[in-house]
Nanobody
């Protein structure tokens, strides 16, 4: 069984910063891509940022230059540093990862439970 545990959400004023963390645990053989998605009220879930096992990154246009995704493979953890936050960044942020466990032939896709980020004055 694999779990993704997120932390770091909260309430922040516009222009402020937050750092989200997501730690994977369980019977893990390898972790491929790790990413962050978000879902705002009344909207579909969207990709925010992605990082491959090799460290290549991809960002949504709306967060480029403000958000930075990184990972610590030894800790099986992915981070999202969010700077210059705007009210439109308000959403529930979900961690996502492609993980191979013992007995798997292909990696499976796993989601965290979500952490709420509210940007408001």
């Amino acid at each position: 069984q694999v779990q993704l545990m997120e932390s770091g959400g909260g309430l922040v004023q516009p222009g402020g910063s937050l750092r989200l963390s997501c730690a994977a645990s369980g019977s893990i053989v390898s972790i491929n891509d790790m990413g962050w998605y978000r879902q705002a009220p009344g909207k579909e879930r969207e990709l925010v940022a992605l990082i491959t096992s090799g460290g290549s990154t991809n960002y949504a246009d709306s967060v480029k230059g403000r958000f930075t995704i990184s990972r610590d493979n030894a800790k099986k953890t992915v981070y999202l540093q969010m700077n210059s936050l705007k009210p439109e960044d308000t959403a529930v942020y979900y961690c996502n990862s492609a993980i191979k466990t013992y007995g798997d032939f292909f990696p499976g896709t796993y989601w965290g439970q979500g952490t709420r980020v509210t940007v408001s004055s």
